[in-house]
């Protein structure tokens, strides 16, 4: 055999390991980023129907449920998150508010990979970092407002579920093998 056949050779199975290896590694931390941020929607979600009892057929509310959903929780009664000291729980305000900090904690790390990074994939980040919803608790979270339940906010969680949802599908497209890969 030639030895510039050999070294083309070695040199292609050496580079393409490596980015084999790089690119799993990337996509296993991109997904565990990407899964959290659908996990903590789906947080709300079901702390939302068991407050309220509502059965939903989707794992996202339809809008109808959640203004349904909303009207019947006050914003500032007991959530299901624990602040601080065992006994002291957050408000509905307060809850909406982690959930948020929380997702852009998990945005600016992805964005830290944003070189390696897909545009359609960046694109359904940003417009989950950018919904109203978002915007709307990060405005209110410390003013007393008079609301008596949550309707006011029901279609900006209604954009940000639906920009949630919109993301998984892109994930379970293209990260789903590398979902759970930190576990092995």
């Known amino acids: ?18 980015n084999q290896k790089d690119r ?4 296993q931390y991109i997904a565990q980023k990407t899964y959290r941020i659908i ?11 068991n407050k ?9 509310p339809s809008l ?11 914003p500032y009664d007991q959530a299901p998150l ?3 000291q065992l006994g002291n729980y957050a408000t509905w305000l307060q809850y909406l508010n982690y959930f948020r900090i929380k997702t852009e904690e998990n945005i600016a790390k ?34 007393k407002i008079n609301n008596t339940d949550l309707l006011s906010f029901a279609n900006g969680l209604h954009q940000y579920f639906k920009c949630v949802k919109d993301l998984e599908e892109y994930a379970e497209q293209n990260f789903k093998d590398y979902k759970d890969m930190d576990q092995k």
Request: glycine letters at 2%.
């Open 1 to 18: 055999m030639p030895i510039l056949y050999i070294k083309l050779r070695l040199f292609f199975l050496v580079v393409h390991i490596k």
């Open 52 to 60: 309220t009892n509502i059965n939903i057929e989707d794992e996202y």
């Open 110 to 143: 992805i964005y830290l990979k944003i070189q390696f990074l897909n545009s359609d994939y960046l694109k359904l980040v940003i417009k989950i970092e950018d919904c109203s919803h978002f915007f709307a608790i990060k405005t209110i979270i410390d003013m």
């Open 82 to 84: 624990i602040l601080g």
């Open 24 to 27: 799993e590694n990337l996509y």
């Open 39 to 49: 996990g903590d929607a789906k947080n709300i979600v079901r702390a939302f129907a």
């Open 64 to 74: 109808s449920d959640l203004q349904e959903m909303c009207k019947l929780i006050n």
